[in-house]
């Protein structure tokens, strides 16, 4: 039977662009670990069905954007670029932080694996000095915006869109720096209860963070010259003016951005209002006994 | 995380490269973009790949004969700044490859290619080969809707690729280099 070309035109659309077996091997991973832990977590343990869908969407996300032709427009258009990379830096990691994970990862690997090589990795000095270094108050939201401000660099986003292996470091940096961020923005415990940073800080660094991304993303999208060229030099995936790319892409960087951290500080603030209530649940509980 | 570092630290250390020490008055891509190789047919019929090329300088330039602004002035450029080198563009060569096979013939290629000199080729390529070669040059192409004669725009990249005769890629000429830029670019290339 022949296949209908419209058919034809969404697989085509769907198969990797430039195939990439280590972004095939982290989300398809992430996803079994996350099936096979869920499988295995007694009925009452598991996730609702909200934090589940939001961890398998943001992979799907994130593969999306990696693989399929969106790749390709990612790489011949500006704002299709900056969309990508809010997918990679925010919604993703964002979704996938919002699933709180771990429990259920940790249960998905196999029993030797997680006390033979996970959790002494984990409990590793380099590991924890590292992780701690890199989820410090200060750095975390620092190498967030700066990663941002580096790749959009001109003469830095020019080589980066030429080179394939400088245009994947850019575009992993991106992903592996929003997974860090967002679990350390996202984490759902207080500082008492073993997170980094208290809940009020956490939501300061949020507003602080979205700054520096609003004045680039209006730089950008209010610019009346064309500040990157590659674009133009490399040809651009369908007929667009440069100057309406690249005002796109301003605003994709300005507004989505600044509204995935005011998301941030509502979640942030649900946790707050839910650990206020089971402190004063516990205190009146001590009251009572 | 060392690993994101170091990769990190690479591309740092790759974008200085990226800006060069200076000197080149075009783009220096030294290195950047991959190194030349394809399987084209020639404005002659014959099956030809960067192998062919070895020892010249090649200037890859992506267009079709159509074009009714950018081509032109840009070979014209090129033609120009062939007779200003040295050795007036005898160790050079210029690909034209064309992003719209199906109108430009190997006829209308070599007819095309001539009138801007002895060292124009023009190139073909079957789609999947044209795909190829835009993947591995990181460029792209798209039709605009024909018009009631049947004519259509191609959108192209405007940059001109350079690669030494070792077929390593050098400079990326852009829209506003000028020919003097570009002879005195490809005479430093030739040493």
């Not at chain 1, 830096?89 to 990862?105: D, E, K, T």
């Not at chain 1, 967030?144 to 080589?159: A, C, D, E």
């Not at chain 2, 014209?76 to 096979?101: C, E, H, I, M, Y």
Request: hydrophobic share 45%.
């Amino acid at each position: 039977m022949p296949v209908p070309h419209d058919v034809r035109a969404s697989l085509a659309f769907l198969a990797p662009w430039e195939f990439s077996p280590l972004v095939l091997a982290l989300c398809a991973g992430a996803a079994l670990l996350y099936a096979r832990g869920l499988r295995r977590l007694p009925a009452g343990e598991r996730p609702g069905i909200g934090r589940r869908l939001a961890f398998f969407a943001g992979w799907l996300l994130v593969y999306f954007v990696m693989q399929t032709r969106w790749d390709y427009w990612s790489q011949h258009m500006f704002f299709i670029h900056r969309i990508q990379h809010l997918v990679l830096h925010h919604l993703g990691p964002f979704l996938v932080a919002l699933a709180q994970p771990l429990p259920v990862l940790a249960r998905g690997l196999p029993r030797g694996m997680e006390e033979g090589v996970f959790r002494p990795l984990w409990r590793s000095r380099p590991m924890r000095i590292g992780y701690r270094l890199l989820q410090n108050w200060l750095v975390a939201p620092v190498l967030f915006v700066g990663l941002i401000f580096f790749w959009l660099t001109p003469s830095i986003h020019f080589p980066a869109m030429l080179n394939d292996r400088l245009y994947q470091v850019m575009n992993w940096s991106m992903l592996l720096d929003g997974l860090l961020f967002w679990a350390l923005m996202l984490d759902p415990r207080t500082r008492s209860q073993g997170a980094l940073i208290g809940l009020g800080p956490r939501i300061f660094l949020l507003l602080g963070a979205s700054l520096p991304q609003i004045y680039i993303g209006a730089r950008i999208g209010l610019a009346t010259h064309e500040l990157y060229d590659v674009y133009s030099v490399c040809g651009r995936a369908w007929p667009i003016n440069a100057l309406e790319d690249q005002s796109l892409g301003g605003l994709v960087t300005w507004i989505p951005a600044g509204m995935m951290h005011m998301l941030g500080v509502l979640v942030l603030l649900a946790h707050w209002m839910h650990a206020d209530g089971e402190a004063r649940a516990g205190s009146a509980a001590q009251r009572l006994a | 995380m060392k690993l994101f570092l170091a990769a990190l630290g690479a591309c740092l250390a790759l974008a200085a490269c990226a800006k060069g020490d200076g000197k080149w008055r075009t783009k220096d891509v030294d290195g950047l973009v991959r190194p030349l190789e394809f399987e084209l047919t020639d404005d002659a019929g014959r099956q030809v790949n960067a192998q062919d090329y070895r020892g010249k300088t090649v200037l890859l330039y992506f267009g079709y004969t159509s074009c009714p602004d950018e081509c032109p002035t840009t070979m014209s450029k090129l033609a120009l700044a062939l007779k200003q080198t040295r050795n007036r563009g005898a160790g050079d060569v210029v690909l034209f490859v064309t992003v719209d096979p199906q109108r430009d013939s190997a006829t209308r290629l070599r007819q095309y290619t001539r009138a801007f000199g002895p060292r124009f080729v023009g190139l073909r390529g079957t789609p999947q080969e044209l795909v190829a070669l835009s993947k591995r040059y990181r460029i792209s192409y798209s039709y605009g809707e024909p018009d009631k004669d049947g004519d259509y725009e191609v959108m192209h990249s405007t940059g001109v690729f350079v690669f030494d005769g070792t077929g390593r890629s050098r400079l990326l000429v852009l829209p506003n280099d000028s020919a003097d830029a570009i002879a005195a670019d490809l005479d430093r290339i030739a040493g």
